[in-house]
């Protein structure tokens, strides 16, 4: 995998260097190998069909681990959920592990003093066995190893839902871009009102730039201007905003009140619930919620297919995410807080994790516990040249402009604006990077 690791903006890191000076009571040596027992605290921002699982995980390690009680604190955001993360900590929350997903966040927090390496344990626990050097390097910030992955999606699949196909009379999902937008209007003809889905709200929207842009330039661009080596008003950049726009032209998807009334659940309920839109381009956890929230059979009530080729040289590329496990400084019970950690990994936490319609990274993870359209983001993501998602390797305050900027794209995709908007991000990034 290609990943890029952001420093945060000089305001981010004084703000949790103040976070940082309640860190100085140290950390205990680690202990292995002995009875554990106590509270572990973990960070969790993950709510829904992701919190249950949550709450099944750690009842499984508690079962295994009797003389330890889990209490989490519950982080309440829409969109982004960073924010909510940093006005803990200045807060004075005190936890052991932080659920994360943003690698440009945990160098954030690491450069604030905020995590510990997982180095030793990685030895220690001999996750090398359950691990490939591409998850550790995923996890790593300049070699050493801050971040533990228990899970990773495909997020360049779209879904749908079957009937819906059906009675538009497509009896493949559109395999080319053509296609796809010739799609449209067959749907729009059975009934729908809107063929895609877009979640404008808060940031969901990104998604179709950020695998256009691997589509149309390659992962190699998508890495440059995550690190900001090309900038923002690069003609690469630019030609992925110019297809995004066809899409937009072609009749995707309503006028722009209607694609900022939701986040990406309010837009899957319009498709699964409602009947009223079509295709959703969003991550792995929409199966969770297709499966838990909806009720439906995976593969047969619904499915996904992935991004149709553009013919451009790069249809080879998919944008993929991970979740992670970081272990802080000043965590109180930091023994039990590796010990989940080496959970995580285990035969147990990847069987509950399929559970869930989630992958895990693990050698222990049994695929063929996996549904079929978890089994075929697997394969996609197996087959593709793989860029973590764009957005995530920005610095927050970037990515926060990157995603208001796209709005004002949605609002108006002509050519003159996409030059606008781009100029605007640049702006933004130049006084950051």
Not at 46 to 69: H, I, K, R, S, Y
Request: hydrophobic share 45%; aromatic share 10%.
């Amino acid at each position: 995998m290609t990943t890029i690791f952001n420093g945060p903006s000089v305001g981010r890191r004084l703000v949790l260097a103040a976070a940082s000076l309640a860190l100085m009571t140290g950390t205990a040596p680690l202990a292995f190998g002995q009875d554990l027992s106590g509270e572990l605290v973990i960070l969790n921002w993950q709510g829904g069909v992701d919190g249950e699982m949550w709450d099944v995980l750690e009842a499984a390690f508690t079962e295994a681990n009797p003389g330890v009680t889990i209490r989490e604190l519950e982080i309440t955001a829409q969109g982004d959920a960073r924010g909510g993360i940093r006005t803990a900590l200045l807060g004075g929350e005190t936890v052991d592990i932080i659920i994360n997903t943003w690698p440009a966040f945990r160098a954030e927090l690491m450069q604030a003093g905020i995590l510990r390496p997982i180095e030793e344990q990685w030895a220690s626990f001999g996750w090398d066995e359950q691990l490939s050097q591409s998850w550790r390097d995923l996890g790593s910030i300049d070699g050493v190893p801050y971040g533990l992955t228990y899970t990773y999606g495909d997020r360049s699949g779209i879904w749908y839902k079957t009937e819906h196909m059906e009675k538009a009379g497509i009896a493949a999902p559109p395999a080319t871009w053509e296609e796809f937008l010739a799609s449209f209007d067959a749907l729009k003809a059975a009934g729908y009102q809107y063929p895609v889905a877009m979640p404008g709200k808060y940031w969901a929207h990104a998604e179709w730039f950020e695998t256009l842009l691997l589509r149309t330039a390659g992962v190699e661009v998508a890495a440059q201007l995550a690190a900001h080596e090309i900038p923002w008003t690069d003609p690469a950049v630019k030609t992925a905003l110019m297809k995004y726009a066809e899409m937009l032209n072609a009749g995707c998807c309503g006028d722009p009140a209607v694609m900022f009334a939701n986040d990406w659940d309010g837009e899957a309920d319009q498709i699964f619930q409602a009947d009223a839109k079509n295709y959703l381009l969003i991550g792995m956890w929409m199966n969770a919620r297709a499966l838990g929230d909806y009720d439906l059979t995976e593969g047969e009530d619904y499915s996904f297919f992935q991004f149709p080729a553009l013919g451009m040289g790069h249809d080879d590329t998919s944008s993929v995410d991970a979740k992670e496990l970081n272990v802080t400084t000043n965590g109180a019970n930091p023994e039990v807080a590796d010990a989940f950690l080496d959970f995580i990994v285990s035969k147990t936490a990847a069987d509950i994790l399929a559970d869930y319609g989630y992958a895990s990274p693990s050698s222990e993870a049994d695929t063929s516990k996996l549904g079929p359209v978890q089994q075929t983001a697997t394969a996609a993501v197996a087959s593709s040249k793989v860029q973590f998602v764009l957005g995530d390797l920005l610095p927050g305050d970037l990515g926060d402009e990157y995603r208001v900027q796209l709005q004002r794209f949605l609002q108006d995709p002509s050519e003159s604006n996409i030059d606008t908007v781009l100029a605007a991000i640049e702006a933004k990034a130049a006084s950051l990077y």
